[in-house]
C-alpha cells in the first residue's frame, strides 16, 4: 500500500513573518462572536513576544507549561479550559513555541472536536472527527513537529502520538526571528534531533528517493549550521527542521528513536536530549552519523548528561526495553526485517547500560 500524503497546505515563511500572523486568523474570523486560542509556551510570559501575539477582544490566551512533555492528561485538562472560556468551537488555534507547545496545539485542536479523553486517540487514525482550524508558529528548530501527521502524547499506559491526517497542522508560519532566544544546549538538542531524523531516514530500510530528496537537503542544511557556523544559521535550521520532518513522514526513523521513548517513558527525559544519549551508543548501527554527531557536540561545547541508567530497578529496565522493542517499524527501518533476531532484549539492554 502506498501512503496517501497530507501535507500543510499554508506556509508563511521569513524573518518578522509573525507580524502577518493576524491576517492569516482574520481569515478565519468570520462574524463578531468568532474567536482564537492562542496557545502559547509559557516561556514567553513578560517577554517580547506576549505583546506581539495578535490577540482580539473575545480570544483566549491559553499558556501552556512543557516543563514535562505533553500528557494526555495535561491535554485534557487545557481542552476543558478552552470549553469553559467559551462554549463555542473557537474558529482557530494557534500553537506558538517548541515541539511541546506544537503538539499541545494540534491536542486541543483535535480534542475540542472529538469526545472524551485524549488517551482514546493514542495511535493511528483514531480521530473521527476534524479538528478546530489549527497553525504553528515554531519557536525552537528541530522535531519537526510543525509539518508531520502526529502529536505525541505520554499516557498512563503508553506514550504514543495522536496520529491522523486531521492532526496536520492548516498553516506553518515560519518566522527565524523568534528562535534568536533559545538557550546554547536546547539549540544543540533540538538541532540534533533533526539531524538523527536525517541520519534514520537516509540509512534505513524504508528510505526512497521522496524521503531521501528532503532528507539529504535537511543534513545538508544542518552541517551549514553545526559544522560551518553560517550567519544565516536561525534561518537555515528552520527550514532543516521542516525538511526532515517531511522526510521522515514519508520514511521513518529508528534505533536511536526507539529507545528514546524507553528512556523517556520510564524517566521523562526530554525528546531532544533522549536522541542525544541513545544516539552517542549507536556507532555500530549509525557510524559515520555517530562520528559527526560527536564532533558537533565537541565543538558546541554542549554536554549530554551519562550515568541515567545505573541505578535503574529491575522493573524499571524491563519497561524501558519493552517500550523500545515494541515499536516494530522503528526497528525494521533500521535493521530490516529480520531485527528481532538483531536487536535482542540483551542486546537492548547492553545498549541501555551505556546510557
Ligand atoms: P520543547 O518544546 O519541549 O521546548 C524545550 C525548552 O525550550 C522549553 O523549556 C521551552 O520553554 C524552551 N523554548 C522554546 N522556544 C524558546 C525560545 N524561542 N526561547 C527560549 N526558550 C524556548 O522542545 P522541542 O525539542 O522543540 O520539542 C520536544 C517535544 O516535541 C517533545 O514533546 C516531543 O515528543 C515532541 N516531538 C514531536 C514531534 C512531532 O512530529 N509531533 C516530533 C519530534 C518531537
Ligand atoms: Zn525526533
Redesign the pocket.
Known amino acids: 500500500m502506498f501512503r496517501n500524503f497530507k501535507l500543510v497546505p499554508k506556509i508563511l515563511f521569513g524573518r518578522g513573518c509573525f507580524a502577518q500572523l493576524d491576517e492569516v486568523v482574520g481569515g478565519r474570523r468570520k462574524s463578531g462572536e468568532d474567536w482564537a486560542v492562542f496557545v502559547v ?1 509559557d ?1 514567553f510570559k513578560g517577554k517580547d513576544l506576549e505583546k506581539r501575539i495578535p490577540l482580539h477582544d473575545n480570544d483566549f490566551l491559553l499558556w501552556v507549561n ?1 516543563a514535562d ?2 500528557k494526555t492528561g495535561y491535554v485534557d485538562k487545557l481542552t476543558l479550559e478552552a470549553k469553559n472560556f467559551n462554549a463555542a468551537f473557537p474558529c482557530a488555534v494557534i500553537g506558538i ?5 506544537m ?1 499541545l496545539a494540534k491536542s486541543v485542536s483535535l480534542m475540542l472536536t472529538n469526545e472524551g479523553s485524549s488517551t482514546e486517540y493514542q495511535g493511528w487514525d483514531l480521530i473521527k472527527n476534524p479538528a478546530v482550524w489549527h497553525a504553528a508558529v515554531p ?2 528548530s ?4 510543525e509539518v ?1 501527521r ?3 502524547l505520554t499516557g498512563p499506559e503508553k506514550k504514543l ?1 495522536l496520529n491522523s491526517d486531521y492532526t496536520v497542522f492548516d498553516q506553518v508560519v515560519l518566522d527565524p526571528e ?2 534568536k ?3 546554547k544546549e ?1 539549540h544543540f ?2 538541532g540534533m ?1 533533526c539531524y538523527i531524523h536525517c541520519i534514520e531516514s537516509l540509512q534505513g530500510t524504508y528510505i526512497n528517493e521522496f524521503s531521501k530528496a528532503y532528507g539529504e537537503k535537511s543534513l545538508d542544511l544542518c552541517r551549514q549550521v553545526f559544522v560551518d557556523n553560517h550567519p544565516d544559521s536561525a534561518d537555515k535550521l528552520m527550514m532543516a527542521s521542516f525538511f526532515g ?1 517531511m522526510s521522515i513522514a514519508y520514511s521513518q526513523v529508528g534505533a536511536c528513536h526507539a529507545l528514546s521513548y524507553g528512556l523517556s517513558y520510564v524517566l521523562g527525559t ?3 536530549v533522549g536522541c542525544c544519549i541513545t544516539f552517542d551508543t549507536l556507532d555500530e548501527y549509525y557510524p559515520d552519523g555517530v562520528k559527526e554527531f560527536r564532533a558537533i557536540m565537541n565543538k558546541t561545547g554542549v554536554d549530554i548528561p551519562r550515568g541515567l541508567t545505573k541505578d535503574l530497578t529491575g522493573d524499571q529496565m524491563e519497561t524501558m526495553i519493552r517500550v523500545a522493542l515494541g515499536l516494530d517499524p522503528l526497528w525494521e527501518n533500521c535493521l530490516g526485517k529480520d531485527w528481532k533476531n538483531i536487536m535482542t532484549r540483551d542486546k537492548a539492554r547492553s545498549l541501555f547500560e551505556k546510557m
Open positions: 509556551d516561556v512543557v512533555e505533553p513555541g517548541g515541539g511541546s507547545a503538539d519557536t525552537l528541530g522535531t519537526g513537529a508531520s502526529t502529536a505525541v502520538g523568534l528562535t532566544d533559545v538557550p536546547q538538542y533540538t534531533d520532518g526530554h525528546h531532544g
